[in-house]
Nanobody, 125 residues
Framework: QVQLVESGGGSVQAGGSLRLSCEVSFSGYMYYNTYCMGWFRQAPGKEREGVATIDKDGSSKYADSVKGRFTISTESGRNFVLLQMSSLKPDDTATYYC????????????????WGQGTQVTVST
């Protein structure tokens, strides 16, 4: 069983930066290194949307709305999945969720079947 715990959210002014962290823990023997990891977000009154994904080889993908501003990465042997957010805008305000696709497909925003509890990001003008 894999568990995801996000941290690093907070309030920032437009133009500022934040770094979100997702700690991955699991029990038993799991093929964690093959998982596709991602960050999603949900703003009030809106549907959840994909932000960024990273596959087992380190290849990443981003939503058009965050390209050039956000960077997804892993560290400590993929025990942490990071989202570096820069040039933040008020439209980036949302609850951000870390997620895992245990099939490892990493072909889109669908298929993610393990979720963290979320961390709030608020960007003010």
């Amino acid at each position: 069983q894999v568990q995801l715990v996000e941290s690093g959210g907070g309030s920032v002014q437009a133009g500022g930066s934040l770094r979100l962290s997702c700690e991955v823990s699991f029990s038993g023997y799991m093929y964690y290194n093959t998982y596709c990891m991602g960050w999603f977000r949900q703003a009030p009154g809106k549907e959840r949307e994909g932000v960024a994904t990273i596959d087992k080889d380190g290849s990443s993908k981003y939503a058009d709305s965050v390209k050039g501003r956000f960077t997804i990465s892993t560290e400590s042997g993929r025990n942490f999945v990071l989202l570096q957010m820069s040039s933040l805008k008020p439209d980036d305000t949302a609850t951000y969720y870390c997620a895992a696709d245990t099939s490892g497909n990493c072909r889109g925003w669908a298929g993610f079947n393990v979720w963290g509890q979320g961390t709030q990001v608020t960007v003010s003008t």
